[in-house]
Every structure is written in structure tokens, then in C-alpha cells.
């Protein structure tokens, strides 16, 4: 066995949640590489478990363990997993061990374990990574962040603009690594041709106030009738999200214009989604999050299939998509609204070669190379010390 690399973050067993499946998928991956990977699990019914084994099962991740921690309060469970990690840590078998923080929980005690037990130490960068703001204060708190760990994994080069543009000092280690997806399952995406009536502009994700879901209904009513919306998100079976888009659809005067599936499972948002689809929309606002902390998975996602997509114009797109791929509209719902009739409107042989690229960049972040290039990056990190 190579590495022993355990995940020191707990994470629901809830099979239908994005972050677990993204931990699961990118580092059931990594486990391939023959590394023994640990991720701690946290599950309310024994259902869940069974559901979490299964997909393992499925995956055939060989490599990949779960410690699965006690139905208790929170403060008991943390006992258990700092229990559970230092025990691992301790075994001699493991010459090379990492502890790979998400963000900041547990990061102070990371650090500790790193200096008594010679384990090499990694932050993974996510929406939270940046502050809210650019205060002294806040400038203070994710400076530590950066202090005194081996490597840091940034998920969008956007987060490193950020840091630089701030002056902050980064790790000597760093790897820009977007989380991953099955590249083949969204390349088998059919679109729609653009002579079908109603025009379908889908948007999947969730409806969190920083991913600016209303541009896309107020984009909505500036084109012509025979554009409809499809949207996939919120939580499952949550009043709330229904209660959402229907406000949303009275706001904007887009009865009957809209069609909302409610949540749908990641593994078929492609099949039952994206489908049929002539264009795909990914709205953000203007928060740090948006613009530099997040690393979109359903961008990622939607560069993968055949069809061309249209998002606002934020660092963290660009970051992700590259130039001349996907195309960028401003944070204006009408030049949201013109840049759609403009990609309708494209000749087909400018839309396919835009197309091609969008497919060509996706290819890299599928799970086996993204899995491959942190494994080399590892190695890389073992022979320099």
C-alpha cells in the first residue's frame, strides 16, 4: 500500500447529497491508485449505510473505507473521529500518511496531529474558503488558514487570483484540482434541435441566494414566448423550494413558461434533465463566493455534453471554462436574455466548434485524470521532502 490518506471531515451518508458523492467519487478514485484512502461517515438510519455500501460496491472502490461514526450529538462524534484518525495515524505499516482538511474544521487539531505523528498535512479549498469580505480581521483568519500545511488544494484557479490579487502567502505545494465527474455519463446528453418547439433552457443546481437563480426567470421574460425553463434543484421534497420558483414564475409573468421537476438525484439529472435541452444556463451573483470561492460541479457537468451553455461572466466560470467554450453574459438579466438569442441564433458550425472545445476541457476534469494528477502530484510531494 502506497499512502494512507484519510478525509478528516464528517460527511452525511445521504446518497443523494452532491458533497458526499463528490468526496466518495474523487477520492474512491484516488483509492485506485492503490492508496489506502479513510472518509468518515455519519448516517441517521441504517439505510443510509446500506445505500453508501452500495454505490461503493458498484464503483468497485477496492481501496476506499468508512468509518462509519456513532448516531450521537455532534461533540460525542467529533471524540470519535479524532479517535478514530489518530489511530490510524499511529499504525507503523503507513511510512507516508496525509490528513486532508476540508476548509478549516478541524484544522487547528490537523496541524497538532501533523507535528507529533510526521503526517503530511493538505487544505481543500471550497466556497468557504474566502472571506465575506476584506477586512483586517478576516484577512488575519484565512492567512492561518494557509500557515503551516504541507499543500493546498485549490478547486477553481479563481480562488488563487483571489488570494494573490489579496496579498495573501500562499503553500509552497499547491495543485489546482476542480472536483470531478463521469465524463461519459454526460457526453451521452442528447440536445434538442433548435427547430422543436418550445426552446428548452434547463438549469440544475441548488436555489442558494449567491447562485442568483432569479436572473435566469427575469432573463426569461425578455425572450420570445416559445422559450420555456426547466429547472432541477432545491431539496427533495421541500414545499419550500416548490414555494420558491411558483414566487419566482407570479414575479416575472412565466405561467406556463416554466417546468419544475423538484430535486432530482445527481446520477439522473443527465438522463431526465439535461435531456432535451437546447441551451443550459448557470447563473452566480456578485459575492466572493460566486465570483472567486466556487468551483461550479454543474458547469463542469454541462461542459461535458453536446450542448452549448450560457453563464454569467465571473472568474470563477472563466477559472473553469477556459476561453472561446461556453458562453458569458453580464450580471444583467436582459444581456443574460440577448446572449441566449445570440447562441440560438449561431451559425452550427461556430456552435459545434464551441462545443467541441467546452468537451475537450470537461475531459480533464473526468474522475480517473483528476485522480491520476493528484496521485502524481502526492508522489511529487513524498520525493521533495
Not at 445521504?14 to 467519487?25: E, F, G, H, P, Y
Not at 434547463?202 to 425553463?229: C, M, R, S
Not at 416575472?252 to 413558461?257: D, E, K, N, V
Not at 447562441?343 to 476534469?365: F, H, S
Amino acid at each position: 500500500m502506497k499512502k494512507l490518506i484519510i478525509y478528516f471531515k464528517e460527511i452525511s451518508a445521504r446518497i443523494d447529497s452532491a458533497m458526499t458523492l463528490q468526496v466518495l467519487n474523487d477520492y474512491g478514485h484516488l483509492s485506485n491508485f492503490n492508496n489506502k484512502v479513510i472518509v468518515p461517515i455519519y448516517a441517521k438510519t441504517s439505510h443510509e449505510i446500506n445505500q453508501i455500501h452500495d454505490f461503493l460496491a458498484e464503483k468497485k472502490f477496492a481501496n476506499l473505507h468508512l468509518i462509519v461514526l456513532p448516531k450521537s450529538h455532534k461533540i460525542i462524534r467529533s471524540l470519535f473521529l479524532i479517535t478514530y484518525v489518530l489511530s490510524f495515524l499511529s499504525q507503523k505499516k503507513f511510512i507516508q500518511k496525509v490528513i486532508v482538511v476540508r476548509e478549516k474544521k478541524y484544522l487547528w487539531l490537523a496541524k497538532f496531529i501533523k507535528r507529533i505523528l510526521n503526517a503530511f498535512l493538505l487544505v481543500e479549498l471550497h466556497e468557504t474558503s474566502l472571506p465575506e469580505k476584506e477586512t483586517k480581521k478576516l484577512h488575519t483568519k484565512h492567512q492561518r488558514l494557509l500557515i503551516n500545511i504541507d499543500g493546498a488544494l485549490f478547486t477553481n484557479p479563481s480562488q488563487v487570483y483571489y488570494f494573490k490579487a489579496n496579498k495573501y502567502e500562499l503553500p509552497k505545494n499547491q495543485l489546482i484540482l476542480p472536483n470531478g465527474l463521469s465524463f461519459k455519463n454526460y457526453s451521452n446528453v442528447k440536445g434538442a434541435t433548435f427547430k422543436s418547439r418550445p426552446i428548452i433552457l434547463t438549469y440544475t443546481g441548488q436555489f442558494t441566494p449567491w447562485k442568483n437563480v432569479p436572473l435566469i426567470f427575469e432573463a426569461l421574460k425578455y425572450l420570445p414566448q416559445y422559450f420555456h425553463l426547466r429547472i432541477a434543484g432545491g431539496k427533495e421534497n421541500s414545499e419550500i423550494s416548490n414555494l420558491y420558483v411558483n414566487k419566482l414564475i407570479a414575479q416575472y409573468g412565466l405561467a406556463g413558461r416554466v417546468k419544475y421537476l423538484g430535486f432530482v438525484h445527481p446520477s439522473q439529472l443527465a438522463k431526465k434533465v439535461m435531456n432535451g435541452s437546447a441551451i443550459l444556463l448557470l447563473p452566480l451573483g456578485d459575492s466572493n463566493i460566486a465570483q472567486y470561492a466556487t468551483s461550479p460541479m454543474k458547469l463542469v457537468e454541462y461542459m461535458a455534453t453536446p450542448i452549448p451553455i450560457v453563464s454569467t461572466n465571473a472568474p470563477s466560470v472563466r477559472g473553469l471554462s477556459g476561453r472561446d467554450s461556453i458562453f458569458l453574459a453580464k450580471l444583467h438579466a436582459k444581456d443574460f436574455a440577448e446572449i441566449i438569442l445570440k447562441v440560438y441564433n449561431l451559425k452550427g458550425e461556430l456552435l459545434k466548434k464551441r462545443v467541441l472545445k467546452q468537451n475537450q476541457i470537461a475531459k480533464q476534469y473526468d474522475f480517473d485524470m483528476r485522480a491520476k494528477r493528484y496521485n502524481v502530484w502526492l508522489e511529487k510531494l513524498f520525493l521533495d521532502i
